[in-house]
């Protein structure tokens, strides 16, 4: 059942999680006189489908996030090292274990290049496992409140970056995690 149909302003988006492939969604512009309800979009240009998913309910004035595709035009890659390792830093003694932790500093780069013939924005999140100390480029940091364990820590670095035609962008980051000591 077909509820309505509008001609809308959209945008596009790239989002790049670290850990998955790139995708390549369209934001659609709810300028309507009316939130839409969960359920699902069939994306058309020219008479011809996009796409169709699944769209989450948009509040009147919103924006909805319809996915596409896996971006196959811009290329991204992640590399991480050893920065730093403090030997013993920190013991976790019981009455029957003497463990001890070493403080290990990683340092991350991630490389994107844009093959496509207009400027894209994408929004890149980075999971890790431990406490992130730095992000270049503005990113935002953050810990995962529920997993605050020595040996379990998490959190994240997000950027939202614009890359132009042909351009190529490395985005540093930096986190520390305990690892067991042998």
């Not at 790239?14 to 006189?33: A, I, K």
């Not at 985005?171 to 995690?177: H, S, V």
Request: proline share 4%.
């Amino acid at each position: 059942v077909t509820l309505f149909k509008k001609r809308i302003k959209f945008s596009h988006i790239y989002r790049w999680s670290t850990d998955s492939r790139m995708e390549h969604s369209l934001v659609l512009h709810n300028q309507t006189d009316t939130a839409w309800t969960t359920g699902p979009c069939l994306a058309m240009s020219e008479g011809r489908p996009l796409t169709e998913d699944l769209i989450s309910y948009t509040p009147k004035s919103g924006n909805g996030n319809l996915t596409m595709t896996a971006a196959i035009n811009i290329a991204n890659d992640k590399t991480e090292r050893e920065y730093d390792r403090q030997l013993k830093a920190y013991n976790a003694s019981s009455n029957s274990n003497n463990y001890w932790y070493d403080l290990v500093t990683l340092e991350g780069d991630l490389i994107l290049k844009n093959f496509e013939k207009r400027e894209v924005e994408i929004a890149i999140t980075c999971p890790m496992p431990g406490k992130p100390i730095e992000a270049s480029d503005d990113g935002k940091i953050s810990v995962d409140p529920n997993q605050l364990k020595l040996d379990e820590r998490a959190g994240t670095a997000t950027w939202r970056i614009k890359l132009q035609p042909n351009e190529e962008k490395h985005l540093t980051y930096k986190y520390e995690r305990y690892v067991k000591s042998y």
